[in-house]
C-alpha cells in the first residue's frame, strides 16, 4: 500500500491515474499470464484503503484518522472476499482445509511418530480453533497492514518532503479504564464456559481476550518509553526494554496495571 499512498499524496487524481496505468502494464506483462491477472487484481485490493489513507494526509487530517481508516478499509475488503468466495463457491472451506492438514500430517502416522488416527483428530483441533479465533486474525492483520502502511509512508513522504502527520508519541499512549473491566469480565466469562462450549459468546470471548492482551501489551509498551522519558534514560535503552515485553508470557500485566492504576504519578514525583 505505501507506493499507493505517497503516489497519490504526492499527486493530483489526473496524474495519479497516468501512473498506475502504466504501472499496472507494466506488472502484468512482467508476470505474464495468470499471475500478472493475480498481483494487478492484488494491486488493486490494496489501492482503495491507501487512497483513503492519502487523501486524509492531503486534507491534513491527524494520523489517527488515516490509520483507522486504512484499517476499517482493508478488514471491510477481508470480510467481502470472504462472503464473496461462500457465496459464489460450493466449497466447505473448513471441511477442505482439514482434509489438507490431515493429508500432511499423515506422513506423521507413517513414520509411526504418533497412533493410527492422530491425523484427523488433530487437522479437525487445529482448524475448529483456527475458524475460532478467525475474528481475531482478520482485526489483527488488518491493524497491522494499517500501522505498518502508515509508518513507511510518512518515512518516504518526508523525502518529498510532505509533513505527514504523527501518531502520538509511545509515552504519551493511555488506554481507557474501562478496558479492564472489559477484560475482567471476558476472563469470569472463559472460566464460566465448559471445555464443550461452542457459539457466538464463545467465540467473542475467546477473540476478545487475545485482543485486549494484545493491547494491554501496546499499553505496557507505553509505559516503558514513559518511564525511560521520565528517568531521562537513552532511547536505546527504551528499545531494549520493550524486546522482553513482547516475548514474556503475561508481560502484558504490566500495560493492564498501567491502565487499572495511577502508577505513573508515582514515577512523575
Known amino acids: 500500500m505505501t507506493p499507493f499512498v505517497v503516489l497519490y499524496t504526492m499527486l493530483d487524481l489526473r496524474s495519479f491515474v497516468v501512473h498506475l496505468v502504466p504501472i499496472g502494464l507494466v506488472v502484468f506483462l512482467l508476470s505474464g499470464g495468470g499471475l500478472g491477472t493475480m498481483l494487478v487484481t492484488l494491486a488493486l485490493y490494496f489501492l482503495v484503503p491507501a487512497i483513503a489513507m492519502g487523501h486524509l494526509y492531503k486534507r491534513g487530517r491527524s494520523a489517527r484518522s488515516a490509520v483507522t481508516a486504512g484499517f476499517v478499509i482493508v478488514l471491510a475488503q477481508m470480510l467481502l472476499v470472504l462472503a464473496l468466495f461462500s457465496a459464489l463457491s460450493n466449497i466447505d472451506m473448513k471441511a477442505e482445509l482439514t482434509a489438507i492438514l490431515a493429508d500432511n500430517f499423515k506422513q506423521f502416522e507413517t513414520a509411526n511418530l504418533f497412533e493410527a488416527g492422530w491425523a484427523a483428530n488433530a487437522a ?13 486474525l482478520l482485526l489483527v492483520s488488518s491493524f ?66 487475545p485482543i485486549l492482551e494484545l493491547a494491554f501489551t501496546i499499553q505496557a509498551i507505553g509505559f516503558v518509553f514513559f518511564l525511560t ?33 495511577p502508577i505513573r504519578k508515582y514515577f512523575e514525583k
Open 144 to 209: 497491522l497492514v494499517a500501522i505498518i502502511t502508515h509508518g513507511l509512508s510518512r518515512l518516504s513522504l518526508r523525502s518529498v518532503p510532505f509533513d505527514a502527520p504523527a501518531l502520538p508519541q509511545a509515552k504519551t499512549w493511555k488506554l481507557p479504564r474501562s478496558m479492564v473491566l472489559y477484560f475482567a469480565i471476558a476472563i469470569i466469562a472463559m472460566y464460566a464456559m465448559s471445555e464443550e462450549s461452542s457459539g457466538y459468546w464463545w467465540i467473542a470471548v475467546s477473540n476478545l481476550i
Open 229 to 261: 522519558s521520565v528517568k531521562k534514560w537513552p532511547r536505546a535503552i527504551s528499545l531494549l526494554l520493550c524486546l522482553p515485553i513482547l516475548f514474556i508470557p503475561h508481560a502484558f500485566i504490566i500495560g493492564l496495571l498501567d491502565t487499572a492504576f
Open 124 to 136: 479437525t483441533q487445529f482448524v475448529d480453533y483456527f475458524m475460532t479465533i478467525l475474528p481475531m
